[in-house]
């Protein structure tokens, strides 16, 4: 039997802020892909910076586990790439390509793909060489193309309307600054759906959309002070859309909690590959085939490293969120937030001085926004004491370093300190992304 193609469609700081997702933004390819596929509108990444919540997908394994415990391009890396999903396709027939961004490592060729095609020449290279390839495609073939979209520096605003009626994200207020950077935002998100909408249009052309599994999704939260690199749903919650056959599809609606960490025993399953030992997810099959209707009590995600050390971890269920912030540090770690207006509006009334406490304790139900924290109230303490165990029997299950106390980077590594409360180095945060 010939097995399905795969193609692995994915941006940059996304989050769920696209039109599936129900928010008001204009993504006309994005929503035929969800009325054609499967919307998992509660899927989340394991850790809100790029690195490490891309590893945990091409692993199957927490960041701390696979050692990507912050991001490439600054020092970091996997502790084994041969780890990497392409090398559990290979062996089964793949064909293994990547074209455009990738931010699992600092050369690309170390990852082992069969054929690299980076994003020098931005998105115009990205589209041409992954259209070149649909012509003549090896198959199978796993496909990986990787956006820098959405990403900052955004693009200024398309209009002055989008501008004047754009709504900031829910952790700001609405005001001049962030209506006019949120119409930044939805600019280069515009520029992704395009992007992905040629791409969809290159599939049926060359007759490959009925034997392609398609997986689009986004590393994280979008990059706006309160959602990137922290762990309340507004930096680890993403978009998930699959499309292709074996029965992802149909327009359908998963509400389950998942994981970019279940899509690689997914893809495993679905393809009847042997699982590799290290995988750490749970498979999606179950799911699709409308067998279960939950496959996790729990969802764990976690920071180390971003521009700077910050070891924070969180546990999830349908109820409740628990984050725990590591080392003595109170303050906010600014060189973790992104640089732009709403950033600037935060720090103009006083963001430097804002105390962060160690434990934060949330009803998920009554308190979506994650506004309300609990730790402290007596009235929640079984709660509390339920979800930090929950908490560090994973951290030690999966061995995570934190507890043996703080963890050094890797040497040569390029790293904020904590303390400055400068305007963040754009060599640390532009640059290839985090």
């Known amino acids: 039997m010939k097995r399905p193609n795969i193609l692995y469609l994915h941006s940059h700081d996304t989050g769920r802020y696209i039109q599936p997702c129900g928010y008001a933004v204009h993504t006309p390819h994005l929503q035929h892909l969800a009325e054609e596929g499967i919307l998992f509108r509660q899927c989340f990444s394991s850790a809100p910076t790029c690195s490490p919540s891309r590893a945990t997908l091409l692993t199957g394994q927490a960041p701390h586990s696979s050692g990507m415990l912050g991001l490439a391009h600054l020092g970091f890396s996997l502790s084994d790439y041969s780890q990497h999903l392409i090398h559990t396709l290979r062996p089964v027939g793949y064909t293994t390509t990547l074209i455009g961004h990738q931010h699992i490592a600092l050369e690309p060729d170390v990852i082992g793909y069969d054929q690299v095609r980076e994003h020098r020449g931005g998105m115009r290279f990205i589209l041409d060489a992954t259209k070149d390839f649909l012509q003549d495609a090896p198959e199978p073939f796993f496909l990986s193309v990787g956006f820098f979209e959405t990403h900052r520096e955004f693009p200024w605003p398309e209009s002055e309307e989008m501008t004047k009626y754009s709504r900031p994200p829910a952790p700001l207020p609405d005001t001049p600054q962030t209506r006019e950077e949120m119409a930044s935002f939805m600019t280069s998100l515009g520029w992704l759906d395009n992007a992905i909408g040629e791409i969809l249009e290159a599939l ?155 434990e934060q304790l949330y009803d998920l139900i009554f308190d979506p926004q994650e506004a309300n924290n609990l730790a402290a109230d007596p009235a929640y303490g079984g709660i509390l004491k339920e979800m930090r165990g929950r908490l560090h029997r994973w951290m030690f299950q999966t061995e995570d370093p934190l507890l043996e106390g703080s963890v050094p980077a890797p040497i040569g590594a390029e790293l904020n300190d904590p303390e400055d409360t400068s305007p963040n180095d754009p060599t640390l945060i532009v640059g290839e992304g985090g």
């Open 204 to 358: 049926d052309e060359n007759d490959l959309s009925e034997h392609t599994l398609l997986i689009c999704t986004t590393d994280h939260g979008i990059a706006f002070p309160g959602m990137k690199c922290t762990l309340t749903d507004h930096g680890v919650g993403v978009f998930l859309i699959m499309r292709g056959p074996g029965g992802f599809q149909g327009g359908r609606v998963c509400d389950a909690m998942v994981s970019h960490i279940d899509l690689f025993p997914t893809l495993c399953d679905f393809l009847e590959v042997e699982e590799p030992p290290w995988l750490q997810g749970d498979s999606l099959m179950p799911l699709i085939h409308g067998e279960v209707e939950e496959i996790h009590e729990e969802l764990f995600a976690e920071v180390t490293y971003h521009a700077a050390y910050e070891p924070q971890r969180a546990v999830r269920t349908r109820r409740w969120k628990y984050i725990r912030r590591f080392e003595d540090r109170e303050k906010p770690v600014l060189p973790n937030i992104d640089d732009g207006l709403s950033k600037e509006l935060w720090m103009e009334h006083g963001l430097r001085d804002r105390v962060i406490p160690h």
